[in-house]
């Protein structure tokens, strides 16, 4: 398993993991956006060569916002997700981020577990924030400068 960063040339392929992971997809155009920013940093995982996983933050000064993480559902419950999101972390605490948000629907039991273990804290709930289905949003935070 290799974490490296995202390349334009491996959008089809996480394309294609964000369509089979969201009801709501970024479109392939939102991704090569996302990738040629200077102010987001994303990665992938692959096995033997084949992109499995990808997750990527935005950062403004020392504000984090995690946009997107998603393992390929033939890969998950085998530890990449937190191996991808730690990288994150890492690289985060690398460019002195403070404080790290993201938002989650409430009934995504599998991530929010995912980022309690990382010490993210709900710290505020989105009525109806995500369509199909109309889902309320959790907003989960952790603090680095501590
Ligand atoms: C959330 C997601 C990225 C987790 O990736 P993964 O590789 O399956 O997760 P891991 O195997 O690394 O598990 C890490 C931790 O996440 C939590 N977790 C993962 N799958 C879980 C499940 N099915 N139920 C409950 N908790 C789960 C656990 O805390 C787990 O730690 P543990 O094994 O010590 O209990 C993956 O399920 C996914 O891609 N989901 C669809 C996309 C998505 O919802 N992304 C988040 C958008 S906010």
Known sequence: MIIRPMLMEDVEAVFQIECASFSMPWSIESLQQEVSSLFAVYNVVTIDERIVAYGGMRIILDEGEIT???VDSSYRGRGIGRKLFESLLVQAKQKDVRRITLEVRSSNEAAKRLYLVFGFRPVAIRKGY???????????????DF
């Open 68 to 70: 997107n993480i998603a």
């Open 130 to 144: 995500y369509q199909k289905p109309t889902e309320d949003a959790v907003i989960m935070q952790l603090q680095l």
